[in-house]
């Protein structure tokens, strides 16, 4: 099976939260099954607990709006007010090929944080406003 992991720049992909966040729970195998044991599954290599935070991605066709689940390893649980944009630290794209025979592919999204973004920023990505020509004969 093949797999490719990628980088992703925000500056080509917009990402809208959903405000739906959930801590993945740790599961226990005993002698009736495997079951939820209730606690927070904690990633070995950090200490930090698994969240999922619902997001709106441009990969749709046509570049329509597709919900994913953004896999977020950290101690920070923001809290993300319903469909306003967001920004995230090391956000990486899996590819792979659809699994159970099934055509085509999935996509998986992690990241090592999440937070809004700041309106600052979205500011300085927008173009310079024109001044009009009362503004020019005024300056």
């Given at each position: 099976?093949?797999?490719?992991?990628?980088?992703?720049?925000?500056?080509?992909?917009?990402?809208?939260?959903?405000?739906?966040?959930?801590?993945?729970?740790?599961?226990?195998?005993?002698?009736?099954?495997?079951?939820?044991?209730?606690?927070?599954?904690?990633?070995?290599?950090?200490?930090?607990?698994?969240?999922i935070y619902?997001?709106?991605?441009?990969?749709?066709?046509?570049?329509?709006?597709?919900?994913?689940?953004?896999?977020?390893?950290?101690?920070?649980?923001?809290?993300?007010?319903?469909?306003?944009?967001?920004?995230?630290?090391?956000?990486?794209?899996?590819?792979?090929?659809?699994?159970?025979?099934?055509?085509?592919?999935?996509?998986?999204?992690?990241?090592?944080?999440?937070?809004?973004?700041?309106?600052?920023?979205?500011?300085?990505?927008?173009?310079?406003?024109?001044?009009?020509s009362d503004?020019?004969?005024a300056a």
């Amino acid at each position: 099976m093949y797999e490719l992991h990628a980088p992703i720049s925000e500056a080509r992909m917009m990402a809208i939260a959903t405000g739906h966040a959930q801590t993945l729970e740790r599961w226990e195998d005993g002698p009736n099954g495997r079951r939820s044991s209730g606690q927070p599954l904690i990633d070995e290599a950090t200490g930090a607990p698994v969240r999922i935070y619902d997001c709106l991605f441009d990969t749709g066709r046509d570049g329509r709006p597709e919900l994913h689940g953004v896999r977020i390893v950290s101690h920070e649980a923001p809290e993300l007010a319903p469909y306003t944009e967001v920004t995230f630290d090391d956000l990486s794209a899996r590819v792979r090929p659809a699994r159970n025979g099934a055509k085509g592919i999935e996509v998986s999204f992690s990241a090592t944080a999440i937070r809004p973004a700041s309106a600052a920023a979205t500011d300085s990505t927008r173009p310079a406003r024109k001044a009009t020509s009362d503004e020019t004969a005024a300056a």
